[in-house]
């Protein structure tokens, strides 16, 4: 094993973009004078309280932008797990007397599934569709638990996990048919694949700073104009009342500006991480026996490699790629704090083995062709040295 | 990120007596893939004492170091001895476990001792 | 009015530190790398994850050791109001099954009085206890709110307007004599004066980095070790599943540096930072007729200057002084968004015309001799003009 | 940050006709400090119009600027003219007003308004 890598911090490869992003110089350029000299409060009435506010009233319209809505409907929260909790919590509270029913599915981050179980606790009705074996929901599935009382349907826009893109605008059809509130999780989806809450049909829309190269501790939830909403948070009037709290200007300021920025190189970067996804993937398929790739091939994210390896354990081979210097992630029940496989790899059916032995590449912007080539090189040896350990291995 | 001790990781890099024996005189196995973990330990007997040991492991780091420490620890050691070699024995020799990973512990103590049953069965018939 | 000093942002004077302060280049330092290079996320199982794990790790230590808690008792959140929410609802529907009165101060933060106005709302008993003409409470009219129902008891350390300091060791004999959990809101306190936790006798303490010259977007609430607590934010095992959502690395790497070096230079802070306030307080009485020192002579912040001038509005006495590059903050109706002048200056009994001209000039660290002789020379002409205008002023 | 426009602001800083007539023809005041804002208006009237507005106000800038560009906008103007000056036409001649000041534009002109009344009523004893 070479140690030299892993001590170069410039040669670590980062393989792990769905757990968050490195910020992109621009995104930190802008926000160091939001530190330094304008660190002003946006409620005071002074010079500093202004030069603030603007900065964060213009971020608003970048960050409205990406997702095609108006800076009027952005609000800004502190993180994607805030976004979902006050989207849930918030809506539904504001609905509730027309209902007490909410449509979610499966595969949801848990900090979507994770208020849903609470709310069921506190008398709502959850219902959670299936998915297929690619991690897609049939929206037959959807609108076939409608019911009088459904109030709330939230499905996520792309899967964080295995990437797999829901059909957002037939899910949305549905719910306008029902006259229901529809909310989607796009933390891992906005700022990497277009996004436009109004061709969607979208009423709340979560997405998170971090995900898209901009900085952590800042994300927000759109909430389509004239849709109610409680907040959670009670306290000054920010965000028009709906999140109150003093604003975290310079992470709103680097949001706007990640937001630009992805908006501005989308297309370049879904055409430049595709095709190292779709290299890394036939690499190992060609170089590995006995894997799977997860996930769906058509709908699928342009940075997602989800390969479950046959006959080994996810945390065993993060570790020793780990020591080469590479970063990645699994689904394996040994590296969750709760010591259980994902919910999203036992929802596409996969075998308790291959989900145990299941790691996610995760690509983006900043990654290379040489960087994959280098994976590509280091990968099977530690495959094989597992397996060579492993008791079910058989050639 | 699992914070494992120095002495877990150098065992997870270059873990002892790996393998199989063919013609081993006890065979333990313990844990399944669905729970995550599973070990095979493989041993030789020779005048009451383990004169070979070898392991195949399926799981994280802490599996596997766990089954390389029993291996180193247990071997040499008569039958009695190996049978009173803990978890907790197994833990410490390895600089402590994160919390969460101390199950790992014992099931390799557990699979050595199930491979020494195996052997005292075997030759009780 | 000399324009030069408002255009250039080097001279522009800050006395407006209890809004918000500026950020201390050595916090900035320490966060830069974690922003650019050490971009992990804190759950993740490579080098990358345990950089920032570990940041965390040794950051969260600091801020315990600045209010004498151990490092387990600290929770990260995003901001003060969040600290505030989450220790109202989640100390108290920790503690429903032990009864429903809640006791609170007339003069406590919005994060604070709304929350307990919503908790009304939902079957909750509120009481809130007055405050005399120094903004001091008295700790017999907590004692006799107590009924066998009362829970939790909330008093903030010190006014974030008036800056008057409360006598927290009293009231939490109190409270621990009735077995009342007693929650302090200190975001105006912490960093500032000295602050031990054990020795005060409190369970829960909320505090934020933005008012310790450290970065806006993180605060943090201390819960004293086995004191129950239900979470707000549901989703991951951030925070031991007390507070969900990937950790704000950089920002709480600078809270953590805030709060070393608050920790370090708090006796010198104190005495200079007291010094130049008696000099501003003591300049503006010889300078100007008609004004009064609100909140306490004795138990007042060492930055507060909290004056009101007879005659005249305070939004215009911001402006003016905005013009001449000094900022201030005020509880005059016509500063605020509800257009409801200052809860704390109507519960002190300042009549509203005084209400009206209160200006807060709040001192810190960064602020200068020269500054405040500059106030001096700045503030007695603008108050004579605004007066020669006012239709209520006599000589 | 009350966004004011820069009108707001000029006329704030440099407020026309401040004072107050000693031998006014007419005042009217409004408001009161309780409420936020305070204005008195005085009018010199001669051969129905309106030859000298002074006027004092106790408020934030809005309420200050709005004097002033009442008291320039009706200064010159027939007493039925000035009583057709309405807030509308003070907060656009203002470059507009933040929403939570508007109520400022209401005082201007109702204080106006009552200067000239107090004129007719007087006269008309
Ligand atoms: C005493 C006090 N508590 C709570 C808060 C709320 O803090 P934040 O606005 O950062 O959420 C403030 C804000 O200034 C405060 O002064
Ligand atoms: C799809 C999805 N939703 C929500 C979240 C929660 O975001 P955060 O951890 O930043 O609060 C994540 C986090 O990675 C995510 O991937």
New binding site residues.
Partial sequence: MNSKIKKDSKKRIFFDN???TRIDDQVFKEMESYFRENYGNPSSLHDFGELAKNAVESARKKVANLVGASAEEIYFTS??????NLALWGLARALKGKGNHVISSVI?????LNPLKEMKKNGWNISLVPVDKCGLINTKDIENEITDSTILISI?????EIGTIQKLKEISLIAKKNNIIFHS?????AGIIPVNVRELGIDAY?F?A??LHGP?GV?ALFIKKGTGIRPIFLGGTQEKGRRAGTENVPGIVGFGKACELAKIKMEDNIKYISKLRDNLINGIINKVKDVKLNGSTTDRLPGNVHISFKYIEGESILLMLNMEGIAAASGSSCTSQALKSSHVLNAIGLSPTMAQGSVLFSLGKYNTVEEVSRLLEVLPPIVKRLREMSPIYKE | MVAYSKKVMEHFMNPRNVGEIKDADGIGEIGNPVCGDMMSFYIKVKDNKLEDIKFKTFGCGAAIAVSSMVSEAAKGKTLDEALRITNKDIAKKLGGLPKNKLHCSNLGADALHKAIKDYLDKKGK
């Fill in positions: 769905a757990s968050t993180c994607g797990t805030e976004s979902n949801e981050h848990h900090s979507v996520m826009h792309a899967n964080n999780d796009g933390v891992a989806t979560s998170s971090q995900q952590k994300a």
